[in-house]
């Protein structure tokens, strides 16, 4: 027997409104009826404003702008990931979940956004949804480009010209704290033990 909480929809919103990623519920135009405070907070998105927009139009990909009708009708639009995964999900009925790259329009200007997108379909009073859930990875994967670090002392060079430890670097920018130790062959450089065997 479910418990009376989970029957209350103040309960459920609560539980998607607290969702730490952006989560959208969209129909299969990817148009918006609802979303979390995390989706607005990421892409400065407002409720009233938005709902029942198209995603690409609210997001400001640079495809929605290229047919004046809109988000959907560009020719990129037939190979939208978030487009192509809401339509599967509702069509087979399960979980969607690829990476892509969108480029967006931010103020004027054209950049890039990584992320992961997850399309998950549901029914509700007879009419079909998808939980759009899209996180944004772009910072992860500059991580997996370059990254400027000195041969000597293994400081890393940040976005603003400044020499920083591996350690400061990484908690101020990813939330990494780190632990020390010693590995065996530093350990006998350092203390002189004896050789033993890896």
Known sequence: MQHKLFLESEFILRVFDSFPSALFIVDADVRIYHLNSA?????????EKVYLQRGGEVLHC????????????????K???????V????????????????????DGKKSEIDLIVTASPFEYNEKHY???ILED??????????????????????????WESV??????????QFTHGICPKCARELYQFPQTSE
Request: glycine share 6%; net charge negative.
């Open 137 to 162: 990875v772009t910072e992860l994967n500059q991580l997996r480009g370059l990254l400027p670090i000195c041969s000597n002392c293994k400081n890393i060079r940040n976005d603003d010209q400044y």
């Open 130 to 132: 998808t939980i759009l």
């Open 62 to 77: 640079l495809h929605s702008t290229e047919n004046p009708a809109g988000c959907g009708f560009a020719d990129f639009c």
């Open 39 to 47: 989706a607005g907070l990421t892409f400065g998105l407002d409720f």
């Open 79 to 85: 190979d939208c990931l978030i487009r192509n995964s």
């Open 167 to 176: 350690e400061k670097y990484f908690s101020k920018h990813h939330d990494v």
């Open 87 to 106: 339509r599967s999900a509702l069509e087979n009925n399960k979980v969607y979940r690829e990476k892509t790259r969108m480029e967006i329009l931010d």
